[in-house]
């Protein structure tokens, strides 16, 4: 069964380059609902936390710089099928090979600097949820 909760960051650069707006409203216009959101900027460890599962892995390091290279935007949203939904609305995570109109393809600079995160499971949506927002801090 899928779920109706994904989890969502708006990465440093797409924060940077000013793309908030433009991705907040592409995911709302999606059909996406926020049911939780705050601007957060992550600690070196705080990243490698999050990211703990690509530990090991040849861009790990690179990836923990970047995520705490500036501010970013962590959100809740819900829609029905909503992780599977997301992904195919971000696009691929490389944004040469993500299709046209995805947020990827529009705002990405790279395949590190993606502009946004996006939930691959709905295991995953509620571990990332939770370790960003409380209970009492969603809709």
Sequence with gaps: MTGNLTFTMIKPTAVKNN????????????????????????????????????????????????MCSGPIVAAILEKENAVEDYRSFIGATNPEKAEEGTVR?????????????????????????????????RY
Excluded: C, Q, W
Excluded at 105 to 117: D, F, G, I, L, P
């Design 105 to 137: 393809k529009r705002y990405a600079t790279s395949m590190t600097e993606n502009a946004v995160h996006g939930s691959d499971s709905d295991e995953n949506a509620a571990i990332e949820a939770n370790f960003f927002f409380s209970k009492l801090e």
């Design 19 to 66: 793309h908030i707006g433009d991705i907040l409203k592409m995911i709302n216009e999606a059909g996406f609902k926020i049911v939780a959101m705050k601007y957060t900027r992550l600690s070196p460890e705080r990243a490698a936390a999050f990211y703990a599962v690509h530990k090991g892995k040849p861009f790990y390091e690179n990836l923990v710089s970047f």
